[in-house]
């Protein structure tokens, strides 16, 4: 079966940088898409990035570009989300998603 495994969050302060993994199995990784999404407390999950199958495309919400990349690395059936200087707005929990399947998610939170 479909799993996605997430890991890599924690608690930083502003300015500093995290990276997300996300592990998958069950499913040939290297045919699908893969996204990022995120909720912080109260909010609906959005959309944090998208990547190709081969890792060449990728696209990034407007919050995040020039700060987070989005990466893959299919011989290891991984994605990540590498987060260089995170804000206080980016606290929340990191979703993997493949089409309607998702991780269980890993919290990051941003504070001093």
């Known amino acids: 079966q479909v799993q996605l495994v997430e890991s890599g969050g924690g608690l930083v302060q502003p300015g500093e940088s995290l990276r997300l993994s996300c592990v998958a199995s069950?499913?040939?990784?290297?045919?699908?898409?893969m996204h990022w999404y995120r909720q912080a407390p109260g909010k609906e999950r959005e959309f944090v990035a998208f990547i190709g199958t081969a890792g060449r495309n990728t696209n990034y919400a407007d919050s995040v570009k020039g700060r987070f990349t989005i990466s893959r690395d299919n011989t290891k059936n991984t994605l990540y989300l590498q987060m260089n200087n995170l804000k206080p707005e980016d606290t929340a929990v990191y979703y993997c998603r493949r089409n309607n399947y998702w991780g269980q998610g890993t919290q990051v939170t941003v504070a001093s």
């Open positions: 069950g499913f040939t990784f290297s045919a699908y898409v």
